[in-house]
T-cell receptor, first 114, second 112 residues
């Protein structure tokens, strides 16, 4: 059974700092990995999707890396802003069968202080 | 239009009520999903529809009944719910399995 762990559970940083969020998964047979952002009481917003054959994806100030063999992904946020404050969720889909199902980590609650 | 819409935004119902949640997307996606999310927990998959057919049912109690009337609409019919069913119900869609999932804003359900 796939298990996804995110560290740290919460992170508080001053504005302008670069930061890294971590995600690990137990079964390396993944189809892809997605990073989402969720604001309180809202739906999820997809940030980046990395296919299992890829090493990284970039979008603006965000960079996500994937090391499938070691079961790890990182989300790097450059020059953090107060508007980045949210919960960040990592999710993986399974390969070799139904890849509809996402297994989520519990998330990292990020607070960026002005 | 890259949006998934959900109605209503909030719903309060008694344990004997029957209500429905609605979800709509116009992105031409052929996979649609229902998730349940409790406070401070990640979303849990309930159902997946692929090409308007139920593809995955994650052993959800029968008091939750999904329906996919067409490729753009997804409903979740609720009957005889329990207070522990109170949660944020999220709908999502994707082009196909394994593609990026686009989420709606959710329906906040309270069962009294």
């Amino acid at each position: 059974k796939q298990e996804v762990t995110q560290i740290p559970a919460a992170l508080s940083v001053p504005e302008g700092e670069n930061l890294v969020l971590n995600c690990s998964f137990t079964d390396s047979a993944i189809y892809n990995l997605q990073w989402f952002r969720q604001d309180p009481g809202k739906g999820l917003t997809s940030l980046l999707l990395i296919q299992s054959s890829q090493r990284e994806q970039t979008s603006g100030r965000l960079n996500a890396s994937l090391d499938k063999s070691s079961g790890r992904s990182t989300l790097y946020i450059a020059a953090s802003q107060p508007g980045d404050s949210a919960t960040y969720l990592c999710a993986v889909s399974r390969s070799g069968g139904s890849n509809y199902k996402l297994t989520f980590g519990k998330g990292t609650l990020l607070t960026v202080n002005p | 239009d890259t949006e998934v819409t959900q109605t209503p935004k909030h719903l309060v119902m008694g344990m004997t009520n029957k209500k429905s949640l609605k979800c709509e997307q116009h992105m031409g996606h052929r996979a649609m999903y229902w998730y349940k999310q409790k406070a401070k927990k990640p979303p849990e998959l309930m159902f997946v529809y692929s090409y308007e057919k139920l593809s995955i049912n994650e052993s959800v109690p029968s008091r939750f009944s999904p329906e996919c009337p067409n490729s753009s609409l997804l409903n979740l019919h609720l009957h005889a719910l329990q207070p522990e069913d109170s949660a944020l119900y999220l709908c999502a869609s994707s082009h196909q399995g394994g593609a990026v999932q686009f989420f709606g804003p959710g329906t906040r359900l309270t069962v009294l």
